[in-house]
């Protein structure tokens, strides 16, 4: 089993605050905190923990899991947050041979997360920026079964791997965040679109803000992608493809941080689908990893492991 991330790498710099300032106003905050996060990261991460807890090096394991398991392809600096977040993929068992320090600042995040658990974020791209398609090398793409992208690198640099994984024969699925207008080049190389209500409006220019809405907007956007998936908060997700079309309503939580809930929803996703999981089970997994990270604080931190979401399901 082998999936391939192509992405963003930040260090998210995190503060509390009552309520959102509005502009022109000055809020004091809590104390901020760091946390490792970027949404291709998030995302690498979120698939591996789906994949299982990796396992000790003495055993032979974490070499093994990072072949076997998740890639990273993405650039850091050549600085202290980038010797961190590259660090702590290693940890997770990610294969970051292909995640390279480089002559750039680490893209960072500045996020503030309100009472409502609610976040704004503001993205300075950093060395993210520099992966070019140049870059991109189809044998990092040998072997892989999903190939997993989003938008917080040049947009150019995903449709080369979009390609490159289509080659590969993998399903390649792409997280349309943050939002922006999509080529029809991109939309022919991949297999699942998944976006959220405010991705979707960018979109479509029309917002979906129920589950019925959301199955009109996905069919539309279906025209272009074979599959559609359309995350929808509190109210789950829904999804039309080959298979048919669906609702899947989420588990109810305290929220506390609403920061990875996405990404969790990805990694879940994608891994359910490599595993060959069909689409309504692989949605109901990714909602359920998407609602538990709500309740936990920070992005990488708040990504939920495989038996957190079995229990859950099993329950």
């Not at 394991?61 to 850091?76: E, P």
């Not at 080659?167 to 997280?175: H, M, S, T």
């Not at 309503?249 to 069909?278: M, R, S, Y």
Request: hydrophobic share 45%; glycine share 12%.
């Amino acid at each position: 089993m082998s999936i391939v991330v192509v992405g963003s790498i930040n260090m998210d710099l995190v503060v509390r605050v009552k309520r959102h300032p509005v502009p022109g106003e000055t809020l004091l905050g809590s104390d901020y905190e760091t946390h490792h996060g970027g949404k291709g990261a998030n995302q690498a991460v979120a698939a591996a923990r789906m994949l299982g807890r990796p396992q000790t090096p003495g055993k032979g394991g974490l070499a093994a899991a990072q072949s076997a398991g998740v890639r990273m392809i993405g650039r850091v600096g050549q600085d202290e947050f980038g010797n961190q977040l590259r660090n702590a993929l290693k940890r997770e068992g990610i294969n970051v041979n292909a995640t390279i320090p480089i002559a750039a600042p680490t893209g960072v995040a500045f996020i503030a997360v309100n009472d409502q658990g609610q976040n704004t974020i503001i993205v300075s791209p950093g060395a993210n920026h520099r992966l070019r398609p140049e870059n991109l090398s189809p044998a990092e793409f040998e072997g892989a079964q999903v190939v997993v992208l989003q938008l917080e690198i040049p947009l150019d640099t995903v449709r080369k791997a979009a390609e490159l994984g289509k080659q590969a024969g993998a399903k390649v699925i792409l997280n349309a965040a943050p939002a922006q207008k999509l080529p029809d080049k991109l939309l022919e190389s991949v297999d699942i679109l998944v976006v959220n209500e405010s991705e979707a409006l960018g979109l479509t220019g029309v917002l979906p803000d129920s589950p019925e809405m959301a199955l009109e907007v996905a069919r539309v956007l279906s025209e272009k992608t074979p599959t559609v998936v359309i995350t929808l908060g509190e109210q789950g997700a829904v999804w039309v493809g080959p298979e048919g079309s669906g609702h899947q309503p989420v588990l109810k939580v305290e929220v506390l941080d609403t920061t990875g809930a996405g990404d969790a929803f990805i990694g879940a996703l994608a891994t359910a689908i490599c595993e060959g999981k069909a689409l309504p089970q692989a949605v109901q997994r990714g909602c359920v990893a998407g609602a538990l990270a709500a309740t936990r604080v920070g992005a990488q931190s708040s990504l939920p492991w495989r038996e957190d979401v079995n229990a859950r399901l099993e329950s």
